[in-house]
Every structure is written in structure tokens, then in C-alpha cells.
């Protein structure tokens, strides 16, 4: 009766699925960041930058996880904003003014790592000059293996900015276009002058932070995929459920709809564990009249979604459960009433805590409202886009800024007070669109009130009996 349950999911998963990715005619996704989008950055960095200047940047390292076997390579995001170039062993130069190098004339430069047959075979294609060229908009593209010998007079410029990979093998590599060789060999050609990274950071940190069109579909799109993994684990959770078991619901709707990673280890945190912030082990069955904490976002073409939601595995939050998430969800629709332009980026955190910290003296929890971190000892807010804590200046909030909301109230065992408040660790985590007039919710296809998520948990699913 399983085995026919499992065909009977997966047939219906086949013609009821999130349709998310965009395929070509050869069912390869083409809906990333197009290369006008990333001309279109590159040319914002350029305004920004001084006369006679230089802006650098490096592609991240590559990482040995273990013996012969390598983290799945990720470009530094900054990188990836500016080129859309996914491969390792390349840098980047932008000029404020024209220039020319080995006989080419322009402001923008990109090194690249050469096509290699060999090496294609194991880790696939490489695209090589001529393909960044074409598909990135490029017009001068080198291989990597050339920089060494390329004259560039960085004593003519006023200014040099470049920011270095982090966690650079130390070692050099007999391949003479390897990251650290790059950065070995860019650092001599101006070593009478030196390189600054902080208007870099900052220049980089303002136009990231203000999502384009481009950006805010992708980000959509990562986040409508996450909701639908939360809105499956409510209808599978069921007392008994593992925390790995509910990872494994979770992230399969992430797959299934065209997600590539997870946008950060998944925080499935069942009872006890529900109080640990980032907790990644997801070990532990979850009994009855215990909460299941699920803070999981998809990733989809470099752009991360952030959302938690908190559930009774037996369907049912007991009475000092819906207490303790009421709180919570009025601390965050409090928050939320804050997002709007031009107000504090530390609004929606201060809307929260003013909430929180009256809930928990109101409960007994306190005895006085400067006690509230005692159970909420986070911020309320970051910055969302490539990076799941994304880069932002911390100002106030502007149109196009896409940020979390995610107040949370988290009662250890052993914490002082009553021990019916034990063990309870509520977060509710929402995603957030700053517009012109206000704001617009992305995951509210998530439902999140006491009563929805209990609907939800009462529904069928292949997952539990």
C-alpha cells in the first residue's frame, strides 16, 4: 500500500509541481541575469568611482572539502554582480577612463581561465575567452595565463581599489592564470602604490542593496520556491517526524522546482532545539507537543530566500505555545507596518522589541522590560539578495531594498521562569520588498497565524500516514 502511495505522489508531483525554472529548447534554465544587466552594473560602479582610478576584483578560491574532493564552487557575489562569470582563476578590472592593455583600448578588462579538453572531460565545460566574450558582452577578455606578462601602468593613477578573495590558499600553483598566482603578480604591479578596499565595499554594498527588476524576479522566484517547501513540511510534519526527515521534505520541493543549493544549511530545530538559533544538526525525532522550528531558504541563480516558520508537529500548539507565538506575530506584523522608505533600517527592530518586551512582563516572563533579551537576543532585519545576509549600508531604507523580518522568542530549558515556558523557541521569518509607498511581503504564500498552520497540518500528505 506504500509502494503504491510513493507512485501515486510522484505521478501527481509530476503534473502538479511549482513550475519555477525557464528552459531553453536544449532544457538547460535560461532565466538567469541577462549580460546587459550586468553591463548595466558595472557601468553604475564606473560613475561611482574617482578620476583616474581603478577598480579590481578576484573570483572566490576554490575549497577542498576533504582529500581530493571540493566544495561545489560559488563566485564571490560581488564578482558575479558585476560579470554574471561563474568559473574560478579570473579578476576583473574596471577603469574610470579608457586605457589600453596589450593592444586593446577601453575601461573594463576581464582575465579568464582557458578552454582545457582535459579537464572538461571530469568538471565540464569551460567557456574560455571567446564565449565570455559572446555571452557575457565583454569586449576585452585575456586568458588568466597572460597577466603576468600584461603591462598596465597602475603608477599613472591616482587610485587603486581592489578587494582580495577571502580564504586565499596560501600556496602558489604551477599554473601560472591560479587565483593565488593572480593576486601574487597583481600585488607586484603596484607595489609602489596601494589598494583600498573600503569605497569598494561601500559603493558595492549601496548598489547592491537596491534590488533591479532583474534581481527582485529571481529573488521572487527563490522565494515562492522556499514557501512551497514550508507549506509541504506543515501538511507532512506528524509526531515522530525527524528533524532530517523534515530537511529532506523541505529541500526536495526546493529541487523539484529548480533550485540549485539551499541558500544556507537548513535550521530544522524540533523541541529542545528549537531554542538554539542556527542550529544545523537535524538529528533529533521530534515528540509530541513539541514545536518544529524550520528556518530553510532556497537559492535560484545566485539569489537567496530567508523564511521560518514555526509548527506543532501533533497539529495542535498547546495553550502556552500559542501564547508565546501570538507574541511573536504581533512583534512582527509590527515590524512590518514599519518597512516603508526613509525611515530607520532599525525600525522594524525597535516595532518588534517594543512588542515583545511588554508581551513577556505582561506573561510574568520579566520583571523588567530592559529583560527582554534574555529570550530575544537578535536583530529584527538584514539585507536579502546574494548572499543570504546580504551586503546594505544599515541607513535608513530605500525603494528596491529587500530585507527579512524575523522577530523570535526562544525559552530554554532551565531559563527563569515557570518551567511550562521551557523549551518553547518561536521565529517567524518573512521577506520583505521596501516600494515607493511602502512594502509588499514576497513569502506571504506561507501561511503563518495559528489557526492556518493548524489547517495546514490537518491536510494530507504522502509523508505521514
Same mark, same amino acid.
Given at each position: 500500500?506504500?509502494?503504491?502511495? @510513493?507512485?501515486?505522489?510522484?505521478?501527481?508531483?509530476a503534473?502538479?509541481?511549482l513550475t519555477i525554472?525557464q528552459?531553453?529548447?536544449?532544457?538547460?534554465p535560461? %532565466?538567469?541575469?541577462?549580460?546587459?544587466?550586468?553591463?548595466? @552594473?558595472?557601468?553604475a560602479?564606473?560613475?561611482?568611482?574617482?578620476?583616474?582610478?581603478?577598480a579590481v576584483?578576484?573570483?572566490?578560491?576554490?575549497?577542498?572539502?576533504?582529500g581530493?574532493?571540493?566544495?561545489?564552487?560559488?563566485?564571490?557575489?560581488?564578482?558575479?554582480?558585476?560579470?554574471?562569470?561563474?568559473?574560478p582563476?579570473?579578476?576583473?578590472?574596471?577603469?574610470?577612463?579608457? &586605457?589600453?592593455?596589450? *593592444?586593446?583600448?577601453g575601461?573594463?578588462?576581464?582575465?579568464?581561465?582557458?578552454?582545457?579538453?582535459?579537464?572538461?572531460t571530469?568538471?565540464?565545460?569551460?567557456?574560455?575567452?571567446?564565449?565570455?566574450?559572446?555571452?557575457? +558582452?565583454?569586449?576585452?577578455?585575456?586568458?588568466?595565463?597572460?597577466?603576468?606578462?600584461t603591462?598596465i601602468?597602475?603608477?599613472?593613477? %591616482?587610485?587603486?581599489?581592489?578587494i582580495?578573495?577571502?580564504?586565499?590558499?596560501?600556496?602558489?600553483s604551477?599554473?601560472?592564470g591560479?587565483?593565488?598566482?593572480?593576486?601574487?603578480?597583481?600585488?607586484t604591479? !603596484?607595489?609602489?602604490?596601494s589598494a583600498?578596499?573600503?569605497?569598494?565595499?561601500?559603493?558595492?554594498?549601496?548598489?547592491?542593496?537596491?534590488?533591479?527588476?532583474?534581481?527582485?524576479?529571481?529573488?521572487?522566484?527563490?522565494?515562492?520556491?522556499?514557501?512551497?517547501?514550508?507549506?509541504?513540511?506543515?501538511?507532512a510534519?506528524?509526531?515522530g517526524?525527524?528533524?532530517?526527515q523534515?530537511?529532506?521534505?523541505?529541500?526536495?520541493?526546493?529541487?523539484e522546482?529548480?533550485?540549485?543549493?539551499?541558500?544556507?544549511?537548513?535550521?530544522?530545530?524540533? *523541541?529542545?532545539?528549537?531554542?538554539?538559533?542556527?542550529y544545523?544538526?537535524?538529528?533529533?525525532? #521530534?515528540f509530541?507537543?513539541?514545536?518544529? $522550528?524550520?528556518?530553510?531558504?532556497?537559492?535560484?541563480?545566485?539569489?537567496s530566500?530567508?523564511v521560518?516558520? &514555526?509548527? =506543532?508537529?501533533? +497539529?495542535?500548539?498547546?495553550?502556552?505555545?500559542?501564547?508565546?507565538?501570538? $507574541?511573536?506575530? %504581533?512583534?512582527?506584523?509590527?515590524?512590518?507596518?514599519?518597512?516603508?522608505?526613509?525611515?530607520?533600517?532599525?525600525? &522594524?527592530?525597535?516595532?518588534?522589541?517594543? #512588542?515583545?518586551?511588554? +508581551?513577556?512582563?505582561?506573561?510574568? $516572563? !520579566?520583571?523588567?522590560?530592559?529583560?527582554?533579551q534574555?529570550?530575544?537576543?537578535?536583530? &529584527?532585519?538584514?539585507?536579502? +539578495?546574494?548572499?543570504?545576509?546580504?551586503?546594505?549600508?544599515?541607513?535608513?531604507?530605500?525603494? *528596491?531594498?529587500?530585507?527579512?523580518?524575523e =522577530?523570535?522568542?526562544?525559552?530554554?530549558?532551565?531559563?527563569?521562569?515557570?518551567?511550562?515556558?521551557?523549551?518553547?523557541?518561536? @521565529?517567524?521569518?518573512? %521577506?520583505?520588498?521596501?516600494?515607493?509607498?511602502?512594502?509588499?511581503?514576497?513569502?506571504?504564500?506561507?501561511?503563518?497565524? !495559528?489557526?492556518?498552520?493548524?489547517?495546514? !497540518?490537518?491536510e494530507?500528505?504522502?509523508?505521514?500516514?
Amino acid at each position: 500500500m506504500k509502494r503504491i502511495k @510513493r507512485i501515486l505522489f510522484f505521478v501527481t508531483v509530476a503534473f502538479c509541481s511549482l513550475t519555477i525554472a525557464q528552459t531553453d529548447n536544449k532544457g538547460y534554465p535560461n %532565466d538567469y541575469l541577462t549580460k546587459e544587466f550586468h553591463t548595466g @552594473r558595472r557601468a553604475a560602479l564606473r560613475n561611482l568611482m574617482t578620476a583616474k582610478s581603478v577598480a579590481v576584483f578576484f573570483a572566490s578560491p576554490e575549497r577542498v572539502r576533504s582529500g581530493d574532493v571540493d566544495f561545489f564552487y560559488s563566485q564571490d557575489p560581488n564578482f558575479y554582480y558585476l560579470t554574471g562569470f561563474t568559473e574560478p582563476n579570473a579578476m576583473l578590472l574596471i577603469f574610470k577612463e579608457e &586605457t589600453t592593455i596589450n *593592444g586593446k583600448t577601453g575601461n573594463e578588462f576581464i582575465f579568464v581561465q582557458p578552454k582545457n579538453v582535459r579537464q572538461e572531460t571530469w568538471t565540464g565545460k569551460i567557456m574560455g575567452a571567446s564565449e565570455v566574450s559572446e555571452k557575457l +558582452g565583454f569586449k576585452n577578455v585575456f586568458l588568466n595565463e597572460e597577466f603576468e606578462k600584461t603591462e598596465i601602468k597602475f603608477d599613472r593613477l %591616482d587610485k587603486i581599489e581592489a578587494i582580495y578573495p577571502v580564504d586565499l590558499p596560501a600556496e602558489t600553483s604551477n599554473e601560472k592564470g591560479h587565483l593565488t598566482n593572480l593576486v601574487s603578480q597583481f600585488k607586484t604591479k !603596484i607595489a609602489n602604490n596601494s589598494a583600498r578596499s573600503e569605497n569598494l565595499n561601500k559603493w558595492l554594498s549601496a548598489l547592491r542593496a537596491i534590488k533591479q527588476p532583474e534581481e527582485i524576479t529571481l529573488l521572487q522566484k527563490a522565494i515562492d520556491i522556499s514557501c512551497k517547501g514550508h507549506i509541504e513540511l506543515m501538511k507532512a510534519v506528524h509526531t515522530g517526524i525527524t528533524e532530517y526527515q523534515a530537511q529532506a521534505v523541505m529541500e526536495y520541493y526546493f529541487k523539484e522546482a529548480g533550485s540549485e543549493y539551499v541558500g544556507y544549511p537548513s535550521i530544522i530545530g524540533g *523541541g529542545e532545539n528549537s531554542c538554539t538559533l542556527h542550529y544545523e544538526k537535524n538529528t533529533k525525532k #521530534v515528540f509530541d507537543n513539541e514545536l518544529l $522550528l524550520a528556518d530553510c531558504g532556497a537559492e535560484y541563480h545566485g539569489y537567496s530566500a530567508d523564511v521560518t516558520r &514555526t509548527m =506543532p508537529v501533533n +497539529g495542535k500548539f498547546t495553550e502556552e505555545e500559542r501564547v508565546i507565538y501570538q $507574541l511573536v506575530y %504581533d512583534a512582527q506584523q509590527a515590524a512590518i507596518a514599519a518597512c516603508k522608505p526613509g525611515v530607520a533600517f532599525g525600525a &522594524t527592530h525597535k516595532a518588534a522589541v517594543e #512588542v515583545i518586551k511588554k +508581551g513577556l512582563l505582561k506573561l510574568g $516572563l !520579566i520583571n523588567n522590560e530592559r529583560d527582554y533579551q534574555k529570550y530575544f537576543m537578535h536583530g &529584527t532585519s538584514h539585507y536579502l +539578495g546574494l548572499e543570504v545576509h546580504d551586503v546594505g549600508l544599515y541607513g535608513n531604507l530605500e525603494s *528596491g531594498n529587500v530585507i527579512t523580518v524575523e =522577530p523570535g522568542i526562544y525559552i530554554p530549558a532551565g531559563s527563569d521562569c515557570d518551567k511550562k515556558w521551557w523549551n518553547i523557541g518561536i @521565529r517567524i521569518e518573512d %521577506d520583505v520588498l521596501i516600494t515607493p509607498d511602502g512594502h509588499r511581503v514576497m513569502s506571504d504564500t506561507a501561511p503563518k497565524t !495559528i489557526e492556518a498552520i493548524e489547517k495546514l !497540518i490537518s491536510e494530507k500528505s504522502i509523508f505521514k500516514n
